[in-house]
């Protein structure tokens, strides 16, 4: 099984930032994608941003230019650097990593718990 650790959530102002990472551990042969979801409340979870095996990236429109996903393989972690936050960021933000646990297995997806990040006006 694979795990995934989440960290740095926090409750800044509007215009700050924060920067999130997540942690990937345990039975892991290979991972691709990784990426970060949220949740606001009362809506669906959306895709915020990815970053492929490559290190190709992608981001929702609502982030494009503040927010930067990263990624260090060796340490099986995944950054979100987020800037110039806005109240309509506040929600809870989950990793997402696709990984195998062996050679031959299919590749899945594997989700953190989720931090929370909320930002005032």
């Known amino acids: 099984q694979v795990q995934l650790v989440e960290s740095g959530g926090g409750l800044v102002q509007a215009g700050g930032s924060l920067r999130l990472s997540c942690a990937a551990s345990?039975?892991?042969?290979?991972?691709?994608?990784m990426g970060w979801y949220r949740q606001a409340p009362g809506k669906q979870r959306e895709s915020v941003a990815s970053?492929?095996?490559?290190?190709?990236?992608a981001y929702a429109d609502s982030v494009k230019g503040r927010f930067t996903i990263s990624r260090d393989n060796a340490k099986n972690t995944v950054y979100l650097q987020m800037n110039s936050l806005e109240p309509e960021d506040t929600a809870v933000y989950y990793c997402?990593?696709?990984?195998?646990?062996?050679?031959?297995?299919?590749?899945?997806?594997?989700w953190g718990q989720g931090t929370q990040v909320t930002v005032s006006s």
């Open positions: 997402n990593v696709q990984a195998k646990t062996t050679s031959w297995g299919n590749v899945r997806n594997y």
């Open positions: 970053v492929t095996g490559g290190g190709t990236t």
């Open positions: 345990g039975s892991i042969f290979s991972i691709n994608a």
